[in-house]
């Protein structure tokens, strides 16, 4: 007896996915595998892909165009929730997972499989993202973790899979573990484990290095309709192209770079480089248009909610009731956050210097310092008076 019959296997054609096709079928007895190659706008061409897979021995080889999806339902919402993992990780990779998944249960009951399998090692987040996932849209299906349990390096895997058949032409193995899409690229291991180490310039796609970036600032006005970025100086833009003309703008001027040690899920700590130049603009951008459109109360709670949702969704728990609560909560908050930011880009910097809104809860009459003032200056005095009390109170107590 096999571990599972059918199994739907995420399949990125890299050797480690690749890999796990004859695995699953030799040493875990299962019958038939199926791939499932996602499209988030990562850029490679799947059909080679897709082909890949058939090589390699599966009956059906899925590619699945998720880009649409993927920025609709899973980048915008967390534009709006301001998701910033420690603070700094727009959590491009991460939001990606949740998506995967769901393609890849949906493909397992289109296809009667038993199982999923994904080609996750044991020490990060995504297999936690993806087994969590899985279990939430599917508890009774079995998730397969081959590269969890082989215990090969990557040489050995490559001989493996020659063994069984297999041809790789991995040219000038990269000795970077690369993750992309759309929204972003992490990259890490190799020389990057050492914190001390500046990453060569050779790691960065998106971004240019700061010696290359034009001379002149750029200016990009950026609208939002309720909490969700619609237009680029002044044109409507689809959310596909929305995020990629937003990354030419940004990354030209080389923004987006993040250096940092992460605190993983599994316990460790971990260098990341990540590069993400659409995605900490619009962020940056929506939090100030928050700041004129919210009143205070809300704003400052919205932190706390953002912070959650953030953990959250790092920690693998897209599908989950906490995050469903959170949502309600940051869509009730985003009704009213319409208008336009204006965003300076120069030098690797975004620079909010303008924002507008018609809804915008600023009062020139009550915040001008000129003639025109209409705050009550006198009623002042009585709010300072109960406001301090407390701490008059205290600070009496305390001289005796
Ligand atoms: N540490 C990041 C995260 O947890 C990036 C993971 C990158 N994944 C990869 N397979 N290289 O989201």
Known sequence: MGRAEKVVLAYSGGVDTTVCIPYLMNEWGVKEVITLAADLGQGDELEPIRLKALKAGVKESLVA???????????????????????????????????????????????????????????????????????????????????????????????????AGLSFQVKKSS?????????????????????????????????????????????VDIGFTQGLPTSLNGQALGPVELITQMNAIAGRHGVGRIDMIENRLVGIKSREIYEAPALLVLIDAHRDLESLTLTADVTQYKRGIEESYSRLVYNGLWYSPLKLALDAFIQQTQERVTGTVRVKLFKGTNRVVGRQSELALYSDALSTYSADDQFDHKAAEGFIYVWGLPTRVWSEKLRG
């Open 65 to 163: 165009d998720l880009t649409e999806e993927f920025i609709t339902d899973y980048a915008f919402p967390a534009i709006q929730a301001n998701a910033l993992y420690e603070n700094r990780y727009p959590l491009s990779t991460a939001l990606a997972r949740p998506l995967i998944a769901k393609a890849l249960v949906e493909a397992a009951d289109r296809y009667g499989a038993d199982a999923v399998a994904h080609g996750c090692t044991g020490k990060g987040n995504d297999q936690v993202r993806f087994d969590v996932a899985i279990a939430a849209l599917n508890p009774g299906l079995k998730v397969l973790a081959p590269a969890r349990e082989w215990g090969m390096g990557r040489e050995e895997a490559i001989s493996y899979g020659e063994k």
């Open 175 to 219: 000795p970077y573990s690369i993750d992309r899409n759309l929204l972003g690229r992490s990259i890490e291991a190799g020389p990057l484990e050492n914190p001390m180490t500046e990453p060569l310039e050779e790691v960065f796609l998106m971004t240019e290095a700061i010696e290359n970036t034009p001379n002149e600032p750029e200016y």
